[in-house]
């Protein structure tokens, strides 16, 4: 069973810097699509960052591109996102998701086998 445990968030100043975390259990990271999605309140959940099945190929969205950095450790079997120069826009739930067929990048997330419970990040002075 394919199971996603986010961990990291909190309340932080703009300009400042989170890690968050993404236990992954119950599959290999290598053969899926995995990465991270966020959801402000009042607007659709959207993509954030994403690392391709077998891990060749990472994607950002513009809004984060240059300031995020996604990364895994095939080892635990745990992916990161490093968010540095955090906006207020960036205030929302962050979600962990994995997909076997998903693609990177991809507007619909309906092929996202599995989500973790969310992480709440708020940047606010």
């Known amino acids: 069973q394919v199971q996603l445990v986010e961990s990291g968030g909190g309340l932080v100043q703009p300009g400042g810097s989170l890690t968050l975390s993404c236990a992954a259990s119950?599959?290999?990271?290598?053969?899926?699509?995995i990465g991270w999605f966020r959801q402000a309140p009042g607007k659709r959940r959207e993509g954030v960052s994403c690392i391709s099945s077998g891990g060749d190929r990472r994607w950002y969205d513009s809004s984060v591109q240059g300031r995020f950095t996604i990364s895994e450790d095939n080892a635990k079997n745990m992916i990161y996102l490093q968010m540095n120069s955090l906006k207020p826009d960036d205030t929302a739930v962050y979600y962990c998701a994995a997909g076997e067929y998903y693609y990177c990048g991809e507007y619909d997330l309906s092929a996202l086998d599995a989500w973790g419970q969310g992480t709440l990040v708020t940047v606010s002075a």
């Open positions: 119950g599959f290999t990271l290598d053969d899926y699509a």
